[in-house]
Structures are given as structure tokens and as C-alpha cells.
């Protein structure tokens, strides 16, 4: 399929100006140069050209915030100069499998001041003597070269880094929430409610003691009712027996 066939295809409908990411791999360019692409796609963030048969950048347009460059397997043997002035904010950019093969071509990339990563993986350039050393030594602006830095650690992937940027977001979301003084006030309301529970809570103690210490006195005075009417009740019987002892007496005191 023709490049500009297949950009009309992943427009999808959209207008060029609404498209942050645009994926044109193995599409067939037109004599080997840029076509189809203008400067309408003033919001593209990611473009992607791998294995279309490109020779030149001349026809790339002015996409300023455009940040990563997927060039790969193309035959591009020279002519970066233009990326620094059509996308001057790249910071990451991926030649490998072209035809780049002395570190001069790769001296072009010096302006490109926001650059972080470059891959030439694949490219002859890779086989000079100190390859990695000469063009950390020539673009001071790379961190990474070939997905690796100096110290030979591995590159993070692009779903890292965003992940990074959201925890970032998520941070400077919560900084915005509020000042810190509004839940220091719930803090001390909560510690305020805590501390009516304990009063409730001790109150609660003071009114089961006071219950408890009625109770004993209940059956206290309980126990000396009972006492009190046992003693009424010897007391009725004696003289329900000395009443019965009377009579008694009375017969013996007519006999005599």
C-alpha cells in the first residue's frame, strides 16, 4: 500500500490535527521520500515509518511536538540535519537496520538538545573501533545508546516511563486536593468524638456500680425483713402458748 493511501486510512476519519500518534509501517514510499505527511498533523507526538523503503527526510514537515521517531529498517544513508530543525523536540529517535555508517552523519544529531535515546542497532557505523564511547563522546545529550546507558544498564521501556508520568500526575493531584489543615480539623473532631465515647464509657461504669451496690442493699434489706418476721412469729407462738397454759391453770385452781 502507497504512504499516502495508508495515512488517509489511519486518519480514520479524524482531522490531521487531532492525531497525537500515527503508525505507517510497511507501507511503500514514493521514490523513497516522505508522502502525505504535512504540517496539519501539528499535534503528533509518535510517528512511525519503519520498513517503508525511505532514502531521504527532505519531504518531513515541521512537527514540533513530535518526541519519538521510528525510522528502523529503511535506507537512509544521511541528511539528519533536518530533524533538528522540522522536530526539534524529539527525544527519541530509532535508525537501526539503515545505511548510516561513520560517526560525521550522526554529528547532525548534535542540535537535537532534547534527544535521550538513539538506536543505530544494525547499521555499520556500530562496527567502528570505541563505537559507543565516540558517540557518547559526541552527543553529551544521550542517556541512552542502543537501549543501554554508559554504565551499560538497560533502558526503560515506554510503558515504564508513562506509568512514571502518572505517578507524577497522581502526586501533583493529591498536592492539589486541599492543605493539610483541613484533616488535622477531622483528626480533632474524630479525637474529640473519641473522647465523649469515654465519658459515655465511664458514666456508664459509675451507673452499673451505683445499680449494683442497690441491689446488695435490696437484698440486704431482704434478708432483715425475713429475720424481723421470723421473730414476730416466735413471738406470736409463745403467746399462742401461754394462752393455752391459762385455761389450765384456771381448772387446777377450781379443783383446789
Not at 29 to 58: R, W
Not at 227 to 246: H, I, L
Amino acid at each position: 500500500m502507497e504512504m499516502k493511501k495508508r495515512i488517509t486510512l489511519e486518519l480514520r476519519n479524524r482531522a490531521p490535527e487531532k492525531v497525537t500518534e500515527l503508525v505507517l509501517d510497511n507501507c511503500r514510499s514514493s521514490n523513497g521520500e516522505i508522502e502525505g505527511l504535512n504540517e496539519s498533523f501539528k499535534e503528533l507526538e509518535f510517528l512511525s515509518m519503519a520498513n517503508v523503503e525511505l532514502t531521504s527526510l527532505a519531504r518531513l514537515p515541521t512537527l514540533s511536538k513530535l518526541r519519538k521517531l521510528e525510522l528502523s529498517d529503511n535506507i537512509i544513508s544521511g541528511g539528519l540535519e533536518v530533524l533538528a530543525e522540522k522536530c526539534p523536540n524529539l527525544t527519541y529517535l530509532n535508525l537501526s537496520g539503515n545505511k548510516i555508517k561513520d560517526l560525521s552523519t550522526v554529528e547532525a544529531l548534535q542540535n537535537l538538545k532534547n534527544l535521550k535515546s538513539l538506536d543505530l542497532f544494525n547499521c555499520e557505523i556500530t562496527n567502528l573501533e570505541d563505537y559507543r564511547e565516540s558517540v557518547f563522546e559526541l552527543l553529551h545529550q544521550i542517556t541512552y545508546l542502543d537501549g543501554f546507558d554508559q554504565e551499560d544498564n538497560e533502558a526503560p521501556d515506554s510503558e515504564e516511563e508513562e506509568d512514571e508520568e502518572g505517578d507524577e500526575d497522581d502526586d501533583e493531584d493529591e498536592d492539589e486536593a486541599g492543605p493539610p489543615g483541613e484533616y488535622e480539623e477531622d483528626d480533632d473532631e474524630d479525637d474529640g468524638g473519641s473522647d465523649l465515647g469515654e465519658g459515655e464509657e465511664e458514666e456508664e461504669e459509675v451507673g452499673l456500680s451505683y445499680l449494683m451496690k442497690e441491689e446488695i442493699q435490696d437484698e440486704e434489706d431482704d434478708d432483715d425483713y425475713v429475720e424481723e418476721r421470723g421473730d414476730e412469729e416466735e413471738a406470736e407462738g409463745v403467746q399462742g402458748e401461754k394462752r393455752k397454759r391459762d385455761p389450765e391453770d384456771e381448772g387446777e385452781e377450781e379443783d383446789d
